[in-house]
């Protein structure tokens, strides 16, 4: 184990970021509202969604560097008397948790596809990129407000907060999978041409043992860049989502549902309860963003 680190670390990856001021402050940066996000069960000074915890005489209470503001609450509380600082937590793991499973379902959906697609070629692959080519058309917002929408209308009502949680996900995995499926797909061309693949079919190895075991390794690089990037775009627009109404339930938001709440109050001059949120939200996409950045451009040989 400690060679393989060693290995790692005097590669050519790990002398890129360490090498890179901006990767290093985007990962340490990250890396903080990870801990802070995962570990706000035991960071977090309130939990809080727990009604028996929260008083309603504290509603509104301004940060603590403000006139009327207390240590109590460091960064003040919202309409409810909830601590803003442990809503930020909270609500930043909703949004990570969210944003990487959509970014899953959309990489695994795209890569399926895409290797059918590159791979078989023909009608198959003119119809999946065909299907492909209208979704990107949309924006990606409108997809997933569309998806929302059909699985909130055939299941009851009382059922919305039960399923906000994969609804959304689902949402935003299939408004995602078209840019993971293009680049799979080019990158499958050249790959099905190579030696190794023309030695696998002359053995009377089955197509879909080529495609996932020996092709998809080969293909992996720029999806996992793409992923990088996709994963601030998924939590913009499940924060988008949210912010509009139609995201996780206020039972347990994110950093989007955050802002909305607040918004009602910005103009009374509670700006806390929406700027907090919205600059939380700032840095994590801005850091997954800078990291997105810098992983294409290491792993890129031309600006090697």
Not at 145 to 163: K, W
Not at 196 to 222: E, K, W
Not at 243 to 272: C, H, K, Q
Request: glycine share 8%; proline share 6%.
């Amino acid at each position: 184990m400690r060679e393989a680190l060693a290995r790692f670390w005097d590669g050519d990856l790990a002398w890129s970021w360490r090498h890179s001021p901006v990767a290093v402050c985007a990962t340490v940066m990250l890396f903080v509202m990870l801990v802070s996000a995962f570990g706000a069960r035991w960071i977090a000074p309130y939990n809080p969604f727990d009604l028996a915890t929260i008083d309603l005489l504290d509603a509104l209470k301004p940060p603590v560097w403000l006139a009327d503001g207390t240590t109590k609450y460091l960064l003040g509380t919202d309409s409810q008397g909830r601590d803003m600082l442990s809503a930020l937590m909270y609500g930043t793991r909703v949004s990570i948790l969210i944003g990487l499973a959509a970014v899953a379902g959309a990489m695994t959906i795209g890569i399926v596809l895409g290797l059918i697609s590159g791979y078989l070629g023909g009608r198959i692959d003119a119809l999946i990129m065909r299907v492909a080519d209208v979704q990107l058309s949309f924006p990606a917002i409108l997809i997933a407000l569309l998806i929302d929408g059909v699985a909130r209308a055939l299941v009851p009502g009382d059922m919305h907060e039960v399923i906000a949680f994969p609804v959304l996900v689902a949402a935003i995995a299939l408004a995602g999978w078209p840019q993971y499926a293009r680049t799979v797909r080019g990158s499958t061309l050249v790959e099905k041409n190579r030696e190794y693949v023309q030695a696998a079919r002359v053995i009377g190895i089955p197509s879909p043992v080529i495609m996932f075991r020996h092709v998809l390794p080969n293909v992996l690089g720029p999806v996992l860049v793409l992923a990088t990037v996709h994963l601030a775009t998924a939590i913009i627009t499940e924060a988008t989502l949210s912010f509009l109404g139609v995201g996780v339930p206020a039972t347990s938001p994110s950093l989007g549902t955050l802002i909305r709440i607040g918004n009602d109050f910005l103009f009374s001059g509670e700006w806390w309860i929406t700027i907090f949120p919205g600059a939380a939200l700032v840095l994590l996409v801005l850091s997954v963003n800078l990291l997105g950045d810098w992983l294409r451009d290491a792993l890129n040989p031309r600006l090697s």
